[in-house]
């Protein structure tokens, strides 16, 4: 079965400055699919950023990057330019590839994620 | 922007006694997922739900649970007998497409007290 395990509960970053969180994971799949959301107080969960396991090149959106490390199972989340608005609980998420017939249905792994706060 | 939406916010129960918790999906998904998020834990996958039936389910999916979409459009969870242990925050998540990439969109979540 596949696990994610984020070993920061806590992170705390100055705003303006640069962050990153971990996430290790494992499987034995070499096809899948890595996410990480955040979590506001509201509770929402919001896609932040997502990699395709067959793509070598690192995700980004904006201020949002990842180094994905294969070889090695490792998926952090680095954030640039932290705002205030930054402040969550962030967790990192694992999917299979869909099986057609009994298997993984796309449903999410999740870590115990990490709650950044970000310091004005 | 299309989004997933649930109802109650909030919901305060009686141990033993029945819960349904609704969901109102993206209308053209074909995915639909529950999950659930113990206070200050990881979130857990529930079950997911494919071509009206359910498709894949974990081990805390037990008798307890059932889902269901009656309308084509609703998509909801039952707890039949609650215990203390079922109170958390309760996702609904939907996905369009059967891409492995695609995004699962939430809903706000239910908060489930059980006293």
């Known amino acids: 079965a596949q696990t994610v395990t984020q070993s920061q509960p806590e992170m705390s970053v100055q705003e303006a400055e640069t962050v990153t969180l971990s996430c290790t994971y494992d499987?034995?799949?070499?096809?899948?699919?890595l996410f990480w959301y955040k979590q506001p107080p509201s509770r929402q969960m919001i896609l932040v950023i997502r990699?395709?396991?067959?793509?070598?090149q690192n995700a980004t959106e904006n201020r949002f990057s990842v180094n994905f490390q294969k070889a090695a199972k490792s998926f952090s989340l680095k954030i640039s330019d932290s705002q205030l608005g930054d402040a969550a609980m962030y967790f990192c998420?694992?999917?299979?590839?869909?099986?057609?017939?009994?298997?993984?249905?796309?449903?999410?792994?999740f870590g115990k994620g990490t709650k950044l706060s970000v310091k004005p | 922007e299309p989004e997933v939406t649930q109802t109650p916010s909030h919901q305060v129960t009686q141990m033993g006694q029945e819960v349904i918790l609704r969901c109102v999906p993206i209308?053209?998904?074909?995915?639909f997922y529950w999950y659930r998020q113990i206070l200050g834990q990881k979130v857990e996958f529930l079950v997911s739900?494919?071509?009206?039936?359910?498709?894949?389910k974990s081990e805390i999916f037990d008798d307890q649970f059932s889902v269901e979409r009656p309308d084509g459009s609703n998509f909801t969870l039952k707890i039949r007998s609650t215990k203390l242990e079922d109170s958390a925050m309760y996702f609904c998540?939907?996905?369009?497409?059967?891409?492995?990439?695609?995004?699962?969109?939430f809903g706000q979540g239910t908060r489930l007290t059980v006293v």
């Open positions: 499987t034995s799949e070499s096809d899948y699919y």
């Open positions: 739900f494919y071509n009206n039936e359910i498709s894949e």
């Open positions: 990699q395709e396991a067959y793509k070598q």
């Open positions: 998420a694992y999917r299979s590839p869909l099986m057609n017939y009994g298997g993984s249905q796309g449903n999410l792994i």
């Open positions: 209308s053209n998904h074909l995915y």
């Open positions: 998540a939907s996905r369009g497409d059967r891409e492995g990439g695609s995004e699962a969109f």
